[in-house]
């Protein structure tokens, strides 16, 4: 089921880094009295009165151009005009409303979208009377608030999640398998859904960012439907190239939210490169399947021993995550295509499989006494008693023992492993957690 997505807009330096850790209780994004200072996009949950939405910190650029509005701030504010549920415009008490603080507002202004102005740096009441300044702007939702301290963001929060529309728990769930085709710009997203619906539902050109929508396709496959989604997610060509991968990624992050299954497309010509990497951190945290596809295998120059190579070197690269399974394909030519929604369907089952109590106990008991966790700094020793697996969406086991502390994460790498030998779960991402009997 889908969050709501609020994203947080504003000129340098009045905060936004801050207010997304105040929110987020985090320390993700980098905070420092320069403007600029973070040049990553940060992404995070915040949790209030029991709901939850994704929020994203915009803030980040180094401005370095006269035209700063016209370059960067209005591609930033019309990717969470199209983008957002809620958008929180931040602006600054002590320095007042500024030029650009003015013509974001006269966009956010028209932009249908609920929109928050936090005063922020708004430190005590008599600070706070400086955004009565802001209502000028024509948004009538204004609160003073301090992101470094903490002042009023409940109130701003209990009329925030008021305006958000949140999944309905009571709703069916949906029973289609959904596959997210995720992958950097131009690596053939939307040729492989044309190739498996057998008609264009997405425009597809050489030029990166074609798709500007998340676009759901129904496949008819053997008689089941299957849910495809092209998450191409670029708006269009621009001088702003943080903007665009920012555009991309929260497609991205909505679209494996939504999926069961992700298939992560590498170029056959590129290999493994950092923001594949970043793709599949992203889906392995959110626990979706894993397939990561090889495209444009046409293209590439192979013997008898080619792929062999090749998936051994996209595993290396892959580290904890190499129980993914690699498929080579050609959406052009549609190799393997088929095979790949078959895999996905059987990843998809391993997901939901259930490993009944005593046969699980039977099985790695046995392996883990034979390498028992490193002893306690008293050199007491640390022995798993039981073990069971939880959860209905994806593997979650509990493992009780005593001084549970002191098991290194190593450790629970190396019961992972046991697990994923004894019983599969292939590209799938489990949760292991370490309790005391």
């Known amino acids: 089921m889908k969050l709501p997505l609020v994203v947080i807009v504003g000129r340098p330096n009045v905060g936004k880094s801050t207010l997304f850790n105040r929110l987020t209780r985090s320390k993700s994004s980098i905070v420092d009295d320069v403007s600029g200072v973070t040049r990553d996009r940060v992404y995070g949950e915040v949790e209030w009165n029991g709901r939850n939405f994704q929020l994203i910190d915009t803030g980040g650029y180094v401005p370095d151009s006269d035209e700063l509005f016209d370059v960067v701030i209005r591609e930033q504010?019309?990717?969470?005009?199209?983008?957002?549920?809620?958008?929180?415009?931040?602006?600054?008490?002590?320095?007042?409303?500024?030029?650009?603080?003015?013509?974001?507002?006269?966009?956010?202004?028209?932009?249908?979208?609920?929109?928050?102005?936090?005063?922020?740096?708004?430190?005590?009441?008599?600070?706070?009377?400086?955004?009565?300044?802001?209502?000028?702007?024509?948004?009538?939702?204004?609160?003073?608030?301090?992101?470094?301290?903490?002042?009023?963001?409940?109130?701003?929060?209990?009329?925030?999640?008021?305006?958000?529309?949140?999944?309905?728990?009571?709703?069916?769930?949906?029973?289609?398998?959904?596959?997210?085709?995720?992958?950097?710009p131009n690596v053939g997203k939307s040729s492989l859904t044309n190739a498996l619906l057998g008609h264009d539902r997405s425009i597809v050109t050489d030029i990166p960012g074609t798709t500007r929508?998340?676009?759901?396709?129904?496949?008819?496959?053997?008689?089941?439907?299957?849910?495809?989604?092209?998450?191409?997610?670029?708006?269009?060509?621009?001088?702003?190239?943080?903007?665009?991968?920012?555009?991309?990624?929260?497609?991205?992050?909505?679209?494996?939210?939504?999926?069961?299954?992700?298939?992560?497309?590498?170029?056959?010509?590129?290999?493994v490169e950092k923001q594949d990497l970043k793709i599949l951190d992203e889906a392995v945290r959110r626990r979706k399947g894993l397939i990561i596809a090889v495209n444009k295998w046409d293209l590439f120059e192979k013997d008898s021993n080619t792929a062999a190579k090749f998936e051994k070197e996209i595993l290396t690269k892959l580290g904890p995550v190499n129980y993914a399974p690699v498929i080579f394909i050609s959406a052009l030519t549609k190799q393997r295509l088929f095979k790949l929604i078959d895999l996905a369907k059987r990843i998809q089952s391993e997901r939901k499989k259930k490993i009944d109590t005593k046969r699980l106990n039977d099985v790695i008991l046995p392996e883990l006494a034979k390498t028992p966790p490193p002893a306690t700094p008293t050199g007491k020793e640390v022995k798993i008693k039981y073990l069971t697996q939880v959860g209905e969406k994806y593997p979650i086991f509990l493992l009780f023992a005593n001084n549970s502390k002191y098991i290194p994460d190593s450790y629970r790498r190396f019961v992972e492993r046991i697990i994923r030998e004894r019983f599969g779960f292939q590209g799938v991402p489990m949760t292991l957690t370490f309790r005391d009997k």
């Not at 670029?234 to 943080?242: P, T």
């Open 77 to 184: 504010i019309d990717i969470a005009i199209d983008e957002a549920d809620a958008i929180i415009f931040l602006v600054d008490a002590k320095s007042g409303i500024t030029p650009i603080d003015e013509e974001i507002g006269k966009r956010l202004h028209f932009s249908r979208k609920p929109v928050f102005v936090l005063v922020n740096k708004s430190d005590n009441p008599q600070i706070g009377l400086n955004a009565s300044e802001f209502y000028s702007m024509g948004i009538e939702r204004v609160y003073d608030i301090s992101a470094l301290h903490g002042r009023n963001i409940g109130n701003f929060l209990d009329d925030l999640l008021t305006g958000l529309q949140f999944p309905q728990e009571e709703r069916e769930e949906e029973q289609r398998l959904r596959i997210a085709i995720v992958g950097k």
């Open 213 to 271: 929508d998340s676009i759901n396709s129904v496949l008819k496959y053997y008689g089941e439907e299957i849910v495809l989604v092209d998450t191409a997610g670029l708006r269009k060509k621009s001088k702003v190239r943080e903007n665009i991968e920012f555009y991309s990624t929260v497609r991205t992050l909505r679209a494996l939210a939504d999926s069961d299954v992700a298939v992560v497309m590498i170029d056959a010509t590129s290999g």
